[in-house]
């Protein structure tokens, strides 16, 4: 973590939303991180990565409880790193998930966590019972944090989400891309992330030691870690969005734009848990289901503005990638939406 990366205040909320009758109590809290208590009404403001942390630490020890109270029953200290145990014994990321879910449920009363897998696709859908709006966004967007991170950080790599469907609207945030994908809808009828299913099978890499370490800095390894928006990874995935296909640069150009050499670079996206050819894979791929489920454009035109020559190539990619024809990918979250 770097002294530059900067958290939105928007998700500090679900932290400090059973202090919000408190206020004195809550101002107390956010000074003994270095947290202006100002900039509690200000969701879109900017406060630094490590006071996050150290707040995510101070509200599980003031509150007693590793899910905020954001759950009629909650989480006591000490429940992740138990469940976190459990995970590190399985052998792959689907294995590892399915057992999260599990033992999540554990604990938590309000919220229950499923993973479905469809072909290509994997869905981590999240539901809930609790009857305040507040309280139940805030504890589905949280929950699906810890969810994929979890996974990132298992799988020891960055796991690009395709889909991300929130059911409350809210507003739009600059963090929302690096940590839910380009593909982000408010409003929904579920909450859920959909990302390639082929990440399921990935081996879980972490042990009994890196799991210490983890355990010590587990706010920015959930919520930092794999969605540094300053990151070299960031900077490959914006300046692919914001080019035509046509124009992306080879990871040689790239490297010369970065003034860093090819080497590094890969050394770099390395640590960061990816490679720029699955980034150049995972740019070309959430653009086709942007276009598909937001656009008008014809499946031949998008085709040919993702650098296909032939439409037939982009049904075959398109079918590699999801299991799904892009006619019928299309038409299914038409229905979904009348």
């Known amino acids: 973590m770097r002294e530059t990366d900067s958290v939105a205040v928007y998700f500090m909320y679900p932290m400090i939303q059973a202090l919000r009758g408190e206020p004195q109590r809550l101002r107390s809290v956010l000074e003994q ?3 202006d208590p100002a900039v509690v009404d200000q969701p879109m403001a900017r406060v630094s990565a490590s006071a996050f942390a150290a707040l995510w630490l101070v509200q599980v020890r003031e509150l007693n409880d590793e899910f905020f109270q954001l759950d009629s029953h909650g989480m006591p200290p000490g429940s992740f790193a138990l469940i976190c145990r459990a995970l590190i014994q399985e052998s792959t990321l689907e294995k590892a998930m399915r ?26 859908s999240v539901q809930t019972r609790s009857q305040n709006s507040e309280v139940s966004r805030m504890g589905e967007e949280t929950f699906l944090q810890l969810m994929i991170s979890l996974l990132c950080w298992l799988g020891g790599r960055r796991i690009s989400i395709d ?3 929130l059911r409350h609207q809210r507003l739009p945030l600059r963090d929302d891309a690096m940590l839910w994908g ?11 992330i959909e990302f390639a299913s082929d990440y399921l099978r990935l ?5 009994l030691a890196s799991l210490k370490v983890f355990l010590r800095t587990a706010p920015q390894w959930l919520v930092i870690r794999f969605r540094n928006q300053y990151g070299l990874a960031s900077l490959a995935h914006q300046r692919l969005r914001n080019s035509r296909y046509s124009e992306w640069p080879t990871l040689q150009a790239f490297a010369l734009e970065q003034h860093l050499s090819p080497s590094t670079v890969r050394r770099k996206l390395g640590r960061e848990g990816c490679s ?10 959430g653009v086709a289901l942007e276009w598909l489920r937001q656009s008008q454009a014809s499946i031949g035109d998008i085709a040919e503005r993702l650098g296909f020559q032939e439409p037939s190539a982009f049904h075959r990619a398109f079918k590699k990638w999801t299991g799904d024809s892009p006619g019928r990918y299309r038409a299914r979250f038409r229905d979904c939406s009348e």
């Open 182 to 192: 380009h593909n982000l809808t408010f409003g929904t009828e579920h909450t859920e």
């Open 276 to 285: 720029y050819q699955e980034i150049k894979d995972e740019v070309r791929r």
């Open 163 to 165: 889909r991300a469907d």
């Open 33 to 35: 991180v270095g947290i």
């Open 203 to 207: 081996p879980v890499i972490q042990d």
């Open 99 to 124: 057992q999260c879910l599990v033992n999540f449920a554990l604990f938590l009363r309000d919220f229950r966590g499923t993973l479905s897998v469809r072909g290509k696709r994997a869905v981590i």
